[in-house]
């Protein structure tokens, strides 16, 4: 964990582009956000969508979250989207970085607290994605 944390550094935006990143984004696609209001993405999709952002829940099952229309995939959201909020293991990672590329309107990918994957970062950085890793969208916007 510990060298993640400092890797995650190397590989992250700071505090001014987070603050620009919430600035310009209106449309948050979560992927992992649960039906379930004891669990932190629904927790945290719900504040996200008070704050004034569209929420917009990738989940594999139900019809509706939060009041909103459920995708299986980004692929399937067919309108734009600025940033994509994970809540999956690390490992997925490299898989929802592949899906923003090839939508091509994905400014961000943002991974929650423990979710580190550089090599997914990387490539993400390299398609001119903004990155930020192991932080929660609620905690840093409600500290803006």
Known sequence: PYI??????L???N????????NSTKTIAIIGLSPDPSKASNMVGAYLKDAGFKIVPVYPKGDEILGEKVYRSLEEIPFKVDMVDVFRKAEVIQLVVDACI???DINCVWTQLGLVNNKAATKALEAGIKVVQNYCTKIEHSQL
């Open 4 to 9: 993640q944390r400092i890797l995650s550094k």
């Open 11 to 13: 590989l992250n935006s």
């Open 15 to 22: 505090k001014d582009e987070i603050r620009e990143i919430f």
């Open 102 to 104: 090839k939508r091509g």
